[in-house]
C-alpha cells in the first residue's frame, strides 16, 4: 500500500546560502513524466506553479498508488529519473553515459528475473531468490561475470528499492534481510609503472630543460608532483642535495598550502643529475638581474613566462611526450610510483623509501605494493636473462650450449 499524500509540499529551504522553496513533486507524475523537485527564489512562485499544474490537471499520481504495476516498467522511471540523477549528482553528458550503462546492465542481467514480478511481490524470499540468480549468473549466462559487476548489480537494485518510497510507491522503506546481499569485492591494488628503460626513453622525448628536471625529480626522487611544483629556491639545499618540501603548489590562484599530511613535511634526497639542473636553472634565473633574496622566493619550476607550471599543461605536454616515446601512458602520479619501484628493486630499506615519499607509516599499503612489483620484476628480469642467455648459446652453438666445430 503506499502512502496518500495528494497535494505536494513546499517547503523553505537554504541552497548554497540563499534561501529557497522547494516543491517536492518527487511521489508525481507531471503530464507522464515523473516530476523530481523544484525550487524557487520566492513562496508565491512555488505557489503560483504548483497551482497551474492542478488546474490544468497535469499532475496525477494514479499510477503510483498501483502497487500491482511491474517491476519491469517501474525501473525504467527509476533509471531516467530527476532521483537519479539528484542521487548521484550528474549532470550533461555523465547523466547519459550512467544512463545508458545502467540500462544495458538491467537489460541483460536483471530484466529476465523481475519483468513478471510485481511491485507488491517484492518480499524478503524475492531479495534472496534475487541474491541467489545475481551470484549464478556465470552459469545461466555462460559469461564470465565479475564480482565487480555483480556487486553493481546488486546496488542498482537498492538504489531501485529507495526509489520506491521516496515516491511513495510503497508505504515503507524495505528491509532487507542479512541473507540477502552481495559483498563488496575487495581491490586487489596492483601497481603499474614503467620499466627503467622506458623512463629513459620518455626523457629523451622532453625538448623543455625545465619540464624535463621537474620531471626527472618525480621519477627519481619521488615528491608529489604538487610538492615539485611548490619548490622554491629557498628550499634548495645544493651543498647537501636536499630539498625541503612543507608545502604544496596545487593552482596558481591558491598559492602554496599545506602539504597533504603532516608526515609529508620532509626533507627529501636528490639525485646528482637533476640538482645539478636545478642549480643551472637558477643560475640562468640570476643573468635576469634578479636579486638573492627575490630569486629565493621564485618557484623553480616554472613556464616561459615566469608563471608556475598548470595542471592542463603538465598533462598535456606529459602526453605528448608519452606518444613520442611510443610507450604505455599513465599519469604524471605514476612517476612517484616508478620511484617507489626503483628504489625498492635497488634495494633501499622500506623505511628510507617511506621518509623520501612523506609517507606516515612504512607499512603503508603502497609501499607493500612496490615489494611486490620489485619482487615481480625481478622474477621477470631473470627470465629475461635466461632467454638471453640461451639465444646466445644458440648463435655460438648448439641448443645444449656446444660450440660448433
Not at 17 to 34: A, C, H, I, M, Q
Not at 97 to 121: A, M, W
Not at 163 to 182: C, K, N, R, T
Request: glycine fraction near 6%; proline fraction near 3%.
Amino acid at each position: 500500500m503506499s502512502r496518500t499524500t495528494t497535494i505536494p509540499n513546499i517547503v523553505k529551504t537554504t541552497v548554497r546560502g540563499k534561501t529557497k522553496y522547494l516543491l517536492d513533486l518527487r511521489p508525481f507524475f507531471v503530464e507522464g513524466s515523473n516530476g523530481g523537485r523544484k525550487y524557487f527564489d520566492k513562496r508565491r512562485d512555488a505557489e503560483a506553479f504548483l497551482n497551474s499544474l492542478l488546474i490544468k490537471g497535469k499532475l496525477s499520481k494514479e499510477v503510483l498508488n498501483n502497487n500491482s504495476v511491474k517491476i519491469d516498467v517501474l525501473y525504467h522511471n527509476y533509471i531516467f529519473s530527476n532521483y537519479f540523477r539528484r542521487k548521484h549528482k550528474l549532470s550533461g553528458t555523465n547523466v547519459e553515459e550512467t544512463n545508458r550503462d545502467k540500462e544495458r546492465r538491467y537489460i541483460n542481467y536483471l530484466q529476465p528475473f523481475v519483468k513478471d514480478i510485481s511491485v507488491s511481490d517484492i518480499n524478503k524470499r524475492m531479495l534472496i531468490d534475487l541474491t541467489q540468480y545475481i551470484e549464478e549468473l556465470d552459469s545461466i549466462n555462460g559469461d564470465q561475470i565479475s564480482e565487480a559487476l555483480q556487486y553493481r548489480l546488486w546496488t542498482d537494485f537498492k538504489g531501485f528499492l529507495n526509489y520506491l518510497y521516496d515516491y511513495e510507491i510503497i508505504s515503507q522503506p524495505i528491509a532487507i534481510p542479512i541473507d540477502a546481499g552481495i559483498a563488496k569485492p575487495k581491490k586487489k591494488k596492483i601497481i603499474l609503472c614503467w620499466h627503467k628503460n622506458e623512463f629513459e626513453m620518455y626523457l629523451n622525448e622532453i625538448d623543455s630543460e625545465i619540464e624535463k628536471t621537474y620531471f626527472m625529480l618525480l621519477g627519481k626522487n619521488g615528491p608529489r608532483k604538487s610538492e615539485g611544483k611548490g619548490i622554491k629556491f629557498k628550499n634548495v639545499n645544493y651543498n647537501t642535495g636536499e630539498i625541503e618540501i612543507y608545502t604544496q603548489l596545487k593552482k596558481k590562484k591558491d598559492g602554496d598550502v599545506k602539504t597533504k599530511t603532516e608526515y609529508s613535511k620532509r626533507i627529501i634526497r636528490v639525485d646528482k643529475e637533476t640538482m645539478m639542473r636545478i642549480k643551472t636553472h637558477m643560475d640562468e634565473r640570476k643573468k635576469t638581474g634578479i636579486s638573492d633574496s627575490e630569486l629565493k622566493e621564485q618557484y623553480v619550476f616554472v613556464d616561459k613566462k615566469g608563471n608556475p607550471f598548470s595542471n592542463e599543461t603538465l598533462r598535456r605536454h606529459h602526453k605528448e611526450y608519452v606518444a613520442k616515446a611510443n610507450i604505455k601512458y599513465y599519469p604524471i602520479h605514476y612517476l612517484r610510483h616508478f620511484y617507489g619501484t626503483q628504489a625498492v628493486m635497488n634495494g633501499v630499506p622500506v623505511p628510507v623509501v617511506q621518509d623520501q615519499m612523506g609517507h606516515s607509516r612504512g607499512d603503508t599499503t603502497v609501499l607493500k605494493y612496490y615489494v611486490e612489483y620489485a619482487e615481480r620484476e625481478k622474477a621477470y628480469e631473470g627470465v629475461q636473462n635466461e632467454n638471453t642467455n640461451y639465444e646466445h648459446d644458440i648463435q655460438n652453438g648448439d641448443k645444449n650450449g656446444n660450440k660448433n666445430e
